[in-house]
């Protein structure tokens, strides 16, 4: 199926000028070489891990896929994007082994209305973000989403999204997720009442109400060198779980900027969660098997908390060096609330640094290194990670 599929894929990319259809096939490789280190002092055994070897997907995460779009007059058009992650060392699929994991869309733009776009997509947060973070969402522990969960390239199934179109720099966007498709943790509710029972939310339930819904709002400012975004996402659980709805509704909300100086560019984020959390990055993110320490949701899309509460900050810098690298580095620290504070988590604080080289237009280096302390709020809790790699755009 995925074989034939490709081929309808290629076969489309070769017939589409008959039709007046804009079709292009395009995509990311990205591997390097990584280093990676995982402590923990546990009551009972000290949880110790190393990784060497090659890693993918770090700077971005390796894909292919396929985008079109055809016009429909008066200013309207449609369009479709198809895009499937793989991991480049061993050729398997991505995003749970989904043809395409990364998104699927069918989208419905007016030049002045906006765009109404259909299906699998990234919430407004990881959109919105994106150019603030210096390293772009990508780099493992070292992007935002490992203290703010919702902006970690936070994809949901089955969402209805509309953007207005930029106004005087400003834009908004609103969308709706009947049933995101995430795995979950529900804390003290039904079946599950710790962090080691995950539940996966069906694809879709017949009964609304019996659907993991997420609602995501955004806004951004852009004008010049000053860039404003601010986010807002809410989950709220299916009715069908052991012993009813669960009590909380998740909620994420940030607000943040960056200022393009002469030559550098200052980023600064605020965020808090309550209720629950949204999935933020594990440790020793790129590596091959399992780092032994967890996000802060247990590694699950959505965890559901009465009594969580958290607040995150980042602060960044990104600067050119010489004709054709860039220097990037931040300091993320992720704090918890209320009754997760008196029950021992501890500040969770990441350090990164990176740098990038274009080689070519497509091509660049990079090297990095990022170390966490108290990763995902755990006391004792380490990651460390260093690595150089190349990725190529097509």
Known sequence: MKRFILLVCVWLACVCPAFAIDVQLYGIVDMGLQYAS?????????????FFGLATGVQSGSRFGVRGSESLGSGWRIGFDLEAGFDPGNGTSGQGGRLFGRQAILSLNSEQLGQLDFGRQINLASNYFLSIDPFAEGFGQANIGASFGAANTTRYSNA?????????????GAGYSFAAGLATIYLDNGSCVDVTCA???????????????????GAQYAAGPIMVSASFDKAQGPADITNGPP?????AWMIGGSYRFDWFKLSAVYGQSHGGAFNGQSAGTGAGGSSGINSATGSAGVLFAENYSSDSYLFGITAPFGQRGTVLASWQMMRPMGEYASLGFKNQQIFSVGYTYELTARTNLYTYASYGQNFAMVETAQSSMVGVGIRHQF
Request: charged share 20%; aromatic share 10%; glycine share 2%.
């Open 199 to 217: 539940v996966t939310a069906p694809q879709y339930a017949y009964q609304d109400q019996n659907n993991l819904r997420v609602v995501t709002l």
């Open 160 to 172: 209805l999204l509309f953007q207005t179109p930029s106004i005087e720099g400003f834009k908004f």
């Open 38 to 50: 995982t402590k923990q002092n546990l009551p009972d055994d000290n949880l110790e891990n190393r």
């Open 247 to 251: 009590a909380s509704s998740p909620t």
